[in-house]
């Protein structure tokens, strides 16, 4: 029965928004990336030393993030950040991480959120900022950055001016920028925000889309940030697993040569345009905003968290599982996006009718 029920989450997956939490960009099972998989376990999982995989996947990432000169491959998003905080640590000398957000469950992260179970010495080196606006930059970033390592952020939609202006102090003051491109990395354009934006970061991070939901992720850093590892060290027995490193190479190569994030952008700024048209229809105070390939609902006036939990809900009841973020993939065809307005109408009429708005 249970088997049952995981096989039918497979069958359900076109109308999902949750792509697995962004790793999923071109479908569930794409069948390029998968026999590039199966064709590689019959030469071996994992070996003693790098294998040519290895350097072809990094050559495959590096054709995509320009100016930058080395990777380094590792297994989570959370494990990337990290690591990239230690090199940054490594290189300026300095112990203070400036962060914005989530980057993952390791101490240097939790310390400023919750922090329970990160040691005290951890917090102290931590500390949260905000990069809404600029004056928010200037006044809890900008005057610590002589003291900071780095600044790590995992960049949102819309702040483009935001970010270049915070590159151009970090580099005046020495701190490193990180980019958490964790999520948007191979999502939102190949190279992610900071080339969208044209941000000059110092070290990216990326993680979920790059390997259709293998697990992999990878920091790219700047030529000059090498000697790093003369002066830290940053291994993992998987690190360079093969089965990964085929379905990265096989992935990439089919979202740069088969306009699968053009096409994949095109319907979902449909989407959000007949979303918010429907929203606006029904007089409810929601609204679908971001980028295109992943986007968020959000209630524009406070005080009415039910009314999101409410859409959920009704979504759900109409075959269209989501969480906060909407994400889309290849697999999501224009029948797909079709079938979510039905159900985003549908749902919207249930709403109206119970007065929950
Ligand atoms: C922006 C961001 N950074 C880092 C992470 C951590 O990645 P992982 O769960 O692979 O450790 C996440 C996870 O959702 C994330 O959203």
Same mark, same amino acid.
């Given at each position: 029965m249970k088997i049952e029920k995981s096989i039918r989450c497979q069958d359900l997956f076109n109308n999902a928004l949750v792509?697995?939490?962004?790793p999923i960009i071109l479908g569930y099972c794409d069948e390029k990336v998968d026999a590039a998989v199966r064709r590689?376990?019959?030469?071996?999982?994992?070996?003693?030393?790098a294998s040519d995989l290895e350097l072809e996947a990094a050559e495959t990432l590096l054709s995509i993030f320009h100016g930058f000169g080395w990777v380094?491959?590792?297994?989570?998003?959370?494990?990337?950040?990290?690591?990239?905080?230690?090199v940054a640590r490594a290189i300026t000398g300095r112990n203070l991480i400036l962060t914005e957000g989530y980057h993952g469950w390791h101490d240097t992260f939790f310390a400023v959120q919750q922090g329970n179970g990160v040691p005290e010495s951890i917090r102290q080196v931590s500390k949260f900022v905000s990069t809404k606006s600029l004056a928010e930059v200037s006044e809890s970033i900008v005057p610590h950055l002589n003291q900071a390592a780095a600044v790590i952020i995992s960049p949102e939609y819309?702040?483009?001016?935001i970010y270049r202006y915070l590159s151009?102090?970090?580099?005046?003051?020495?701190?490193?920028?990180?980019f958490d491109e964790v999520v948007t990395g191979c999502r939102v354009s190949?190279?992610?925000?900071?080339?969208?934006?044209?941000?000059?970061?110092?070290?990216?991070?990326?993680?979920?889309?790059?390997?259709?939901?293998?697990?992999?992720?990878?920091?790219? %850093?700047?030529e000059? &940030?090498?000697? /790093?590892?003369?002066?830290?060290? *940053? $291994?993992?027995?998987? %690190?360079?697993?093969? &089965?990964?490193? /085929?379905a990265l190479v096989?992935? *990439? $190569?089919?979202?740069?040569?088969?306009?699968? &994030?053009?096409?994949?952008?095109?319907?979902?700024?449909?989407?959000?345009?007949?979303?918010?048209?429907?929203?606006k229809d029904f007089g409810l105070p929601l609204a679908v905003e971001g980028f295109p390939a992943m986007m968020t609902v959000i209630i524009k006036e406070t005080g009415n968290n039910w009314l999101r939990e409410a859409l959920s809900q009704q979504l759900l009841s109409k075959g269209v599982f989501e969480r906060s973020r909407w994400f889309l993939c290849d697999a999501h065809r224009e029948a797909e996006i079709d079938k979510v307005l039905s159900a985003v109408e549908a749902a919207l009429k249930v709403i109206k009718r119970s007065g929950i708005d």
């Open positions: 792509c697995s939490l962004g590689q376990m019959e030469k071996g999982v994992i070996f003693s030393m380094r491959f590792l297994k989570t998003g959370g494990d990337a950040c990290s690591a990239a905080c230690r819309g702040r483009g001016e151009e102090k970090c580099h005046q003051t020495g701190a490193l920028l990180i190949l190279g992610g925000v900071q080339e969208l934006e044209r941000v000059r970061c110092d070290m990216v991070v990326m993680a979920k889309a790059i390997a259709n939901g293998y697990p992999v992720s990878a920091i790219v %850093g700047k000059e &940030l090498r000697s /790093a590892f003369d002066q830290t060290i *940053i $291994t993992m027995t998987h %690190g360079g697993e093969t &089965l990964s490193m /085929a096989a992935t *990439i $190569t089919k979202l740069k040569h088969e306009k699968v &994030l053009e096409r994949i952008a095109e319907r979902g700024r449909h989407l959000m345009a007949e979303t918010n048209r429907l929203f």
